[in-house]
């Protein structure tokens, strides 16, 4: 890509600054292309936040503004990149557990591990290269696939500046292209998830390419394809579809909010799936198919063994002096839907049948998800209520299987947003409507 000095001396010299008083008072003229540097200025703000490592780097040029919004940030990148170290045995660091991947006993497991002294990426998504260019420092050589050549153009600026010399670029569609590369150690596909109008798709079979149907001829060339889809789909339906062929599945949050699924494709037919749920530096792995009674050494945990501790309150609800700690899940955990596994792992009680928040009598260490202590709890009868509100003007509030929504509790409650205190409206395993008062442990 040819871009001149005066065009990159003017975005250094204005990175920092608000891009729309730019547009309006920037001169043109003096060989700026001043288009292309407010692009530039943008992405470079976006990836500040996103992409810090990828912001440091000097001379690096950015997509537009659809691209740069549907990258991955640094830690799901970087998550994917310690994924595929432990995928395909290669010569990066294997991670201990706790830093976003599964455990060492998990990273022995031989149906995942190749033998060979090189190991090759081929991402058949290639899109702005952040997943590329994170995962393609684990293996010995990679090779990036996009359809547009103008994305092609950015990576082959890129790479080089990245430190991945090592790297391949290959413009064509990956569907077609397939067939004519090499054997690989991984595959790695993101398939685009919009139509042609630009409207969003969720459906595998409305994703491009169709990984469903290229299954076979994946698993074909690699041992190993690694599918990155949106969090919205259901992931037990997705396992299904694809017949015995995911070995592991990934919930990928970050800020508790999930940002992606990964499904991990192997040539031997898996029926109990790895199941990892990672939000930030919080992670519970288990197989799909635990009853939650099997040993934490079945399940595959990740997570600190607790000894059993379960709430001991009676079947008429919950007493504060009873369950003196609440446990809210993470998105992770909520999207997996593993509570039963959650109940028997950290030793707690589920408040109700559909609550998904759990109490236990002693603090639980290392629960993935928030922590609270509970100070007091009440039904919506207006004399507890009054009792349990006492001194509070405000809270933050939350509302699990309760049939009133949280603006109109609030009203009800009489009580601003914020502070210390956090409320949670929920059911209880008899049925009542009740209110906790608690505050983070």
Same mark, same amino acid.
């Given at each position: 890509m040819e871009i001149n000095e005066q065009t990159w001396a003017f975005i250094a010299a204005h990175r920092t600054e608000d891009v729309r008083d730019l547009a309006l008072h920037a001169r043109r003229g003096d060989g700026v292309d001043v288009t292309f540097a407010l692009e530039q200025i943008a992405g470079w703000q976006r990836a500040r936040v996103k992409l810090?490592?990828?912001a440091a780097v000097d001379g690096l040029v950015f997509p537009p503004q659809v691209p740069m919004e549907q990258c991955s940030s640094q830690f799901t990148a970087g998550y994917k990149a310690r994924l595929a170290a432990r995928l395909v045995g290669g010569h990066g660091e294997r991670p201990a557990a706790g830093d976003g991947t599964v455990s060492p006993a998990q990273a022995d497991d031989s149906r995942f591990t190749i033998a060979s002294c090189r190991t090759s990426l081929i991402d058949l998504t290639g899109g702005f290269g952040v997943d590329f260019s994170y995962m393609a420092r684990v293996f010995d050589r990679a090779t990036y696939v996009e359809r547009q050549p103008n994305l092609c153009d950015i990576a082959r600026h890129n790479l080089p500046l990245l430190g991945l010399a090592h790297a391949d670029v290959v413009n064509g569609d990956s569907a077609e292209v397939?067939?004519?590369l090499p054997t690989a150690s991984m595959i790695f596909l993101d398939p685009a998830r919009r139509d042609d109008h630009g409207a969003r798709t969720y459906a595998i079979a409305d994703c491009t390419p169709d990984v469903l149907a290229l299954r076979e001829r994946l698993l074909g060339k690699a041992p190993v394809v690694m599918v990155k889809l949106s969090p919205m789909l259901?992931?037990?339906?997705?396992?299904?579809d694809f017949a015995g062929a995911v070995a592991e599945v990934h919930i990928v949050s970050t800020g508790n909010e999930c940002k992606e699924l990964l499904l991990v494709l192997t040539r031997d037919r898996c029926d109990d799936p790895l199941v990892v749920c990672v939000n930030d530096g919080q992670e519970l792995a288990y197989r799909d198919g635990d009853d939650g009674n099997a040993s934490d050494?079945?399940?595959?945990?990740?997570?600190?063994?607790v000894v059993s501790q379960h709430f001991s309150g009676d079947d008429d609800g919950i007493a504060a002096d009873q369950g003196r700690y609440l446990y809210e899940p993470n998105a992770s955990i909520m999207k997996a839907g593993c509570f039963d596994?959650?109940?028997?792992?950290?030793?707690?009680?589920?408040?109700?049948?559909?609550?998904?928040?759990?109490?236990?009598?002693?603090?639980?260490?290392?629960f993935?998800? !928030? $922590?609270? @202590?509970?100070?007091?709890?009440g039904t919506m009868n207006k004399r507890e209520l009054k009792s349990l509100l006492e001194g509070l003007t405000h809270a933050n509030i939350a509302v699990r299987n309760f049939p009133i929504p949280v603006a109109q509790l609030r009203r009800k409650l009489k009580l601003k947003d914020g502070g210390d205190a956090?409320?949670?409206?929920?059911?209880? !395993? $008899?049925? @009542?409507?009740?209110?906790?008062?608690?505050?983070?442990?």
């Open positions: 810090p490592d990828w397939l067939d004519s259901d992931w037990h339906k997705t396992v299904a050494d079945d399940a595959m945990a990740t997570g600190p063994s596994v959650l109940a028997r792992r950290f030793g707690v009680t589920a408040v109700g049948p559909n609550s998904h928040l759990f109490v236990s009598a002693e603090p639980v260490k290392g993935p998800g !928030r $922590s609270f @202590r509970i100070e007091g709890t956090y409320l949670f409206a929920t059911t209880d !395993r $008899s049925g @009542r409507h009740i209110v906790l008062r608690t505050v983070k442990a």
